[in-house]
């Protein structure tokens, strides 16, 4: 099928702000999302970067159904979440798997790692367990794990393997979409290239399609087909993976990359340092939201907020371009 | 002053269990030294031995560590040597330290500046007032905006990266000459990082301070130190300036590290992986530490553990390829 | 090799003595409470065998005799007879099986209701956390052994009736400790991959959150089981324990009670110092269990 296997339109989530002892009432919302499109293709990564408070973490338990948005809809497979009945939502929460940032909180350190991986299976599809059995074996195989890893417990086993352990379960159910937050940031460098290299194997054999949350830049950039970048809530640019991160337009995308460090002492960027704090998502600045600290404000800036639109091959939300 | 600021000969610190059955080789023989002013970078993974090698310095070490051997010389004086009365008077004093986790390091009931005044009233015994004054100032330094309200402020009130720049107040309130940075942006956002380190380097310049930074990120050392020192096991595997580093790495386990990071702007299909991972500091591999992972691995390797080589004027690699001859 | 000038004498030689103390108190086994608590199981369940004579049956005209190193003792009754001529060790020996037995019971019951209270309400949150809560925010309100005495009164002193009051007093200690800790395993990544995975509530309170509180539960069992044999006995010793004439140990201190002004020390000491002896050393294990499961958890 040639459409997109996750389609996000206007997705917003506003998280009430109550106050009072007796009779709460709400007096603000935290605009954690607010009004996000994204597509997400068979078989590609899309990237999400931004940071503290830019939403990418609540964009992905949206995703995962551990959130439900306050507005806008999402398309698996061309159907609209919110008409899908109790079996379709099944089916959807097993197409859709995820490996989370902290290999050590990811694993239920009392069960064995073979019933740890097959869970999700078992909990979906009643299988003999010869053909389980089977199944753990092909995944072990897939991630690089050894056939007596099943019968271990996971506090025998080091990050890196953990995370293997994370991926293998998260692939038990043949996912369509596997959300990755921050996969390889907890562990050690030198152990980074290759849970790298797996996820990239795994998706040129598996075709599954990967939501890749990470603060390295140089890590999304070297995993992801595009790139969306987040800021207050609101995806600020969005392209090609390459070209955003060689040659990014938002001025904010451009700090954000600039401030990437560099990987040889002689690599100079030009630098740009933004002055003050990321406002707080409970009273985002008026018209664009990034305004207050851009290099670049124009006076529409604080009025206008502008829209997300094409830009030499790319989707960039800024007045300095013109529509 | 003559000399380097700050020099380690031979330090071995390692830990042992209550019942000395086990002993941990943390800090195995690592020399360094580092001038006045200057940056250095030391760089190493979990076990690799590079925090136990921080707290050396400032002999913050829990009981069950020992420093068996080496010596510790900061501006000629072997800090192993003093009683624990004159290493108070130059913890915070001369030599600083701030850690990673900002929300850890500041006390929640205490104010801002109660906190940046601490170390002045202790060290300097000044009045509350003056003390207060002062903080006002080094607040300033380090960029608070509007540093009187924030001075009564409670740490819980403020944004990470704010407090991370308190911490940084509080290190360098009484002028130390050196300040130990032990991942002190790895909880940082990436632009609030930029500020982070650019504030660090100015700093740097206008007190005259010399730096360490103890990190996994090899984009640090890149972007602010002029020399590094890779740990790895506890053992020093390499050290010298960071640009000859980057450009010659000596020994195998720099080189895979290097090309195993990813790069923006260069689009590799595959990255280069080391394999394993790294070792059980308490049960480490026979001969070097790092064979059973090395690409360039010779029997040698197994049996016997390298000692340091010099490869260049001012590098040294503890790996047998570095030998004399074998070069 | 290490060639340098500085000699390996290590600088911090020793371990300093708090050094130690620390070390001993999170390492050492506690051979001697398990030993106690083993040696009274043993007691108990092999009573008939050990005890020389019936506990229940005495000889009136051998009564208030003193153990059997003292003037007046005999061999035949080693630690002496009560005011009925009944001989004490016996009496001792039976009354380990109550204290054991409700003790255990008592315990194991209080745990699995509260831990499983503990579970629901921690979990599911809301509403239903609410009202367990607040049953057992009254619950907790209530003194302890009036409201045991007040059941006894209604129900009648048996010991089963016993082991269900002292379960439903001492459940509600469970349910809290037992709510905090599922509050945090709660969050944990590998709960939100379970539901992410499509576990439905129930099998993920079965699967991962039970099997990760067990190891509190267990610690806060041996802590409780001092606590749980105290009140036994208090109530025996009330008289709304463990009815006469059963063998109790508090039912002993209560009898001997009326002998301590005519030197008939062994009356109360002896099984007074049972009582002390069984809950230090079920604290003592307890707090040895409790340090040497919570760094594991910490790890994991």
Not at chain 1, 9 to 38: E, Y
Not at chain 1, 203 to 225: K, N, T, W
Not at chain 2, 107 to 133: C, K, M, Y
Request: overall charge positive; glycine content about 8%; some cysteine.
């Amino acid at each position: 099928m040639a459409g997109p296997v996750l389609e996000a339109k206007n997705l917003t989530k506003h998280f009430p702000v109550k106050q009072g002892v007796f009779f709460s009432r709400q007096v603000g919302a935290v605009r954690a999302v607010d009004d996000i499109s994204f597509t997400i293709d068979p078989g590609k990564t899309l990237g999400l970067v931004g940071e503290s408070g830019c939403g990418k973490t609540t964009t992905a338990k949206m995703v995962l159904l551990l959130e439900q948005p306050t507005g806008g809809i999402m398309r698996f497979e061309g159907q609209d979440l919110q008409t899908l009945d109790g079996g379709s939502l099944k089916a959807y929460r097993r197409s859709v798997q995820a490996v989370f940032q902290d290999p050590y909180a990811s694993l239920n350190p009392r069960m064995r790692v073979g019933s740890i991986i097959m869970e999700p299976l078992i909990t979906n599809e009643p299988l003999p367990s010869v053909e389980v059995r089977k199944r753990l074996l092909r995944l072990l195989e897939l991630v690089g794990l050894p056939e007596r890893a099943a019968e271990l417990f996971p506090h025998e086993f080091s990050g890196g393997q953990r995370q293997r352990i994370a991926i293998a379960r998260a692939l038990s159910l043949s996912p369509k979409v596997v959300v990755l937050d921050e996969p390889v940031s907890a562990l050690d460098v030198s152990i980074r290239a290759q849970i790298l290299n797996l996820l990239r194997d795994l998706q040129a054999q598996l075709g599954v399609s990967y939501l890749f949350i990470a603060h390295d830049l140089a890590a999304v950039a070297h995993m992801s087909h595009t790139i969306a970048v987040m800021y207050l809530g609101k995806i600020v640019e969005v392209g090609d993976g390459e070209t955003l991160a060689k040659a990014p337009k938002h001025p904010y995308t451009q700090a954000l990359f600039s401030a990437a460090l560099p990987s040889h002492p002689d690599e100079r960027r030009d630098e740009i340092i933004l002055t003050g704090e990321v406002p707080s998502p409970m009273n985002p600045p008026s018209g664009c939201r990034f305004h207050p600290r851009c290099p670049h404000a124009l006076p529409r800036c604080s009025t206008e907020e502008p829209k997300l639109l094409p830009e030499s091959g790319r989707l960039v939300a800024c007045h300095l371009y013109p529509q | 002053m003559t000399g380097p600021l700050l020099e380690l000969r031979h330090l071995s610190t390692h830990y042992v269990s209550a019942r000395g059955t086990r002993v941990t080789r943390a800090v195995d023989d690592v020399s360094l030294v580092l001038d006045q002013g200057g940056t250095l970078g030391i760089v190493g993974e979990s076990g690799s031995g590079k925090t136990t090698l921080a707290l050396s310095l400032l002999r913050l070490l829990p009981p069950a560590a020992r420093f068996v051997s080496g010596e510790i010389l900061f501006e000629g004086e072997d800090l192993l040597k003093k009683s624990d009365r004159e290493m108070r008077r130059i913890r915070g004093k001369r030599i600083a330290m701030i850690l990673q986790d900002p929300m850890a390091s500041l006390n929640p009931l205490f104010t801002i500046g109660d906190q940046v005044a601490e170390p002045i009233r202790v060290h300097e015994h000044a009045s509350r007032g003056s003390a207060w004054g002062r903080a006002l100032d080094l607040l300033k330094a380090v960029r608070i905006a509007a540093p009187e309200s924030r001075v009564r402020e409670y740490p819980h009130q403020l944004s990470g990266g704010m407090r991370q720049r308190i911490v940084g107040a509080i290190a360098i309130s009484c002028e130390p000459r050196v300040l130990i940075a032990d991942e002190p942006t790895t909880s940082l956002d990436l632009t609030i990082q930029a500020q982070y380190l650019n504030l660090l380097r100015d700093l740097q310049r206008s007190h005259n301070l010399a730096l360490i930074f103890i990190t996994h990120n090899l984009g640090i050392v890149a972007k602010m130190c002029d020399q590094v020192a890779v740990m790895y096991a506890g053992r020093m595997v390499e050290s010298g300036p960071v640009k000859q580093i980057y450009n010659s790495p000596a020994h195998p386990y720099t080189q895979a590290l290097l090309e195993s990071i990813p790069r923006l702007g260069d689009s590799r299909k595959r990255l280069t992986a080391i394999d394993g991972q790294p070792p059980d500091p308490s049960a480490p591999p026979a001969g070097c530490a790092f064979h059973p992972r090395c690409p360039k691995v010779m029997d040698r390797c197994r049996t016997e553990a390298p000692p340091e080589f010099r490869v260049a004027d001012l590098q040294t690699s503890r790996c047998w390829l570095s030998a004399p001859g074998s070069r | 090799m290490n060639g340098s000038a500085a000699h390996s004498r290590p600088v911090a030689a020793t371990l300093s003595f708090a050094g130690r103390l620390a070390a001993f108190r999170t390492e050492g086994f506690p051979h001697i409470p398990v030993l106690i608590i083993l040696t009274v199981v043993l007691v108990a369940i092999f009573a008939n065998v050990i005890a020389p004579h019936n506990p229940e049956v005495g000889v009136l005209g051998d009564r208030f005799r003193p153990p059997a190193w003292q003037v007046g003792g005999t061999l035949d009754h080693l630690l002496g007879t009560d005011h009925l001529g009944r001989d004490v060790l016996s009496r001792l020996i039976f009354g380990a099986r109550v204290s054991i037995i409700v003790g255990f019971t008592a315990v194991i019951f209080a745990g699995l209701l509260g831990t499983t209270l503990g579970i629901i309400s921690g979990y599911l949150g809301r509403w239903v956390d609410q009202v367990i809560m607040r049953i057992t925010d009254a619950w907790l309100a209530l003194p302890v052994l009036v409201f045991a005495i007040f059941l006894a009164a209604i129900v009648g002193p048996s010991v089963s009736n016993i082991i269900i009051i002292l379960a439903a007093v001492f459940w509600t200690r469970y349910a809290r400790i037992i709510r905090g800790e599922v509050l945090c395993i709660r969050e944990r990544d590998f709960v939100r991959l379970a539901v992410v995975a499509g576990c439905s509530k129930w099998t993920i309170m079965r699967r991962h959150i039970l099997p990760n509180v067990v190891n509190t539960a267990i610690v806060l069992g041996t802590l409780q089981l001092g606590v749980v044999i105290i009140a036994e006995a208090t109530l025996s010793f009330l008289g709304v324990g463990v009815p006469p004439p059963q063998p109790a140990w508090g039912l002993m201190l209560a009898d001997g009670k009326k002998g301590m002004m005519a030197g008939y020390w062994w009356l109360t000491v002896l099984p007074g110092s049972c009582i002390m002896l069984m809950v230090l050393s079920a604290n003592l294990l307890g707090d040895w269990l409790r340090v040497k499961l919570d760094p594991q958890l910490r790890q994991l």
